[in-house]
């Protein structure tokens, strides 16, 4: 039985050039139904609010991911073959299970993907799982022609149980082909040069080994390079003060959507019959998937005929794009100062204010006791010894182990128009 194309398909993509698919199940896998749904679910979220131009999917992205995983396996195949096994090079037959997990590792996501999550009790990468694992899927039946146990397969590369760690470290560590597929896309959307990066040195130098995947010394500059521009990417787009302050609308929204529904003022439930399982905690996966962010944006439409007067105007600040307001604050005492004025003003501190902390690690070392240990960069050099990244580079050692980021309080824009406000934000700042 094949599975390669008679002839091979491709996607023109503004990152990429073209996309290869030269397999019938990556084909498949692309045409089905939870995949396709990708396509009406942003990959920035609220970035867009800022950065218009970043209306990208993450069904674009997740394309992106396959084909930097597909030039690494091209790469492998042709340079670091196999030819004794345990030798630590690459066996070209983990190449499909490699190219499914990479096109699917955000099958799980969700409109407004982090915020739903947060309210509803929902988690995208469970989803994911559920996804390829469940017999109602079409993602399911096409990987199970490759046989029984081949979706079994796919989720454990997602989940990084997968034996070869080759195949994991290629979809998920401190440098992969997720990571370098997003940070080159949304730079290229968002219009920024904070994300770019020398992608072909990158996928010259690196070079499989028996414990993973690792880099020649000689490309160190290259990863330098990554290290830093996701750095910026995080401090200049992702952890924008304006789309955290849309991200915190959307999140009270839900908030009181949900809450109006149990006490009973949602008076047009009906016109929101795909959110009814989320208020009632019975959801199932078929649910799940009906959701994309072209029906939350129609139920937000619909929330501005509701009478519940918080509700409506919530609508209508993320639809009209008014975002909250917010100051950088480390635990103050003034903060709240600042619920209390809000509330004075007719602003409930559960809908209007709010914390916000974004934080990111841009680089660590493998430290095996930490909660969430990280796949350390390994530099190779001639004589086969490797080095970790962050010994060999003093740029990336000033960023390793470093947290980067914010506390941010929010509340309405309106509150500025009061000078004995301003007085309050001086003293917290």
């Not at 999917?57 to 073959?81: N, P």
């Not at 969700?110 to 469940?134: A, Q, R």
């Not at 370098?180 to 968002?190: E, G, P, S, T």
Request: glycine residues 4%; charged residues 25%; proline residues 3%.
């Amino acid at each position: 039985m094949t599975f390669s194309l008679e002839r091979e398909k491709v996607f023109r993509d503004p990152v990429h050039g073209y996309i290869h698919v030269q397999h019938k199940t990556i084909l498949d896998l692309i045409n089905a139904t939870e995949f396709q749904r990708l396509r009406r679910i942003k990959q920035l979220g609220t970035s867009s609010s800022i950065f218009h131009g970043a209306e990208h999917s993450r069904f674009s992205h997740s394309l992106g991911v396959y084909e930097i995983a597909r030039r690494i396996c091209d790469k492998f195949e042709r340079a670091y073959k196999s030819k004794v096994e345990g030798d630590g090079l690459w066996n070209d037959n983990e190449r499909l299970v490699t190219l499914c997990a990479a096109l699917l590792h955000d099958i799980g996501h969700g409109p407004f993907s982090h915020t739903f999550e947060k309210v509803f009790d929902t988690d995208h990468e469970s989803l994911t799982t559920k996804i390829i694992l469940s017999k109602e899927t079409e993602i399911n039946h096409i990987l199970t022609q490759i046989s029984p146990e081949f979706p079994e397969k796919v989720a454990s590369v997602i989940q990084k149980t997968y034996p070869n760690p080759q195949v994991v470290q290629m979809i998920s560590s401190q440098i992969d082909a997720d990571r370098m597929d997003y940070l080159l896309r949304d730079a290229y959307f968002a219009a920024v040069s904070y994300g770019m990066f020398d992608l072909n040195r990158i996928l010259r130098v690196i070079k499989p080994y028996k414990e993973g995947i690792c880099f020649d010394y000689s490309g160190m500059h290259a990863v330098e390079d990554y290290i830093v521009s996701r750095y910026q990417m995080y401090m200049q787009v992702y952890f924008h003060p304006v789309s955290r302050g849309v991200e915190m609308i959307i999140h009270n929204l839900f908030e009181r959507a949900n809450d109006c529904y149990h006490n009973g003022s949602l008076e047009n439930s009906q016109n929101v019959p795909l959110l009814i399982p989320f208020f009632e905690k019975r959801w199932t996966l078929q649910d799940y998937l009906k959701l994309d962010d072209g029906v939350m944006t129609t139920y937000f439409t619909l929330f501005l005929n509701e009478n519940d007067t918080v509700l409506k105007d919530l609508a209508h600040r993320y639809l009209s794009r008014k975002p909250l307001k917010s100051v950088s604050v480390e635990h103050s005492d003034y903060v709240q100062n600042i619920i209390d004025f809000s509330e004075s003003k007719g602003f409930s501190e559960k809908y209007y204010t709010g914390y916000n902390n974004s934080y990111d690690l841009p680089y660590d070392f493998y430290r095996p006791n930490q909660k969430k240990a990280r796949t350390s960069i390994k530099l190779m050099k001639k004589d086969g010894t490797l080095l970790e990244l962050s010994k060999a580079s003093m740029l990336v050692e000033s960023l390793t182990g470093k947290e980067n980021g914010d506390i941010r309080f929010y509340f309405p824009k309106e509150l500025l128009e009061y000078e004995s406000f301003k007085t309050i934000l001086n003293k917290v700042e």
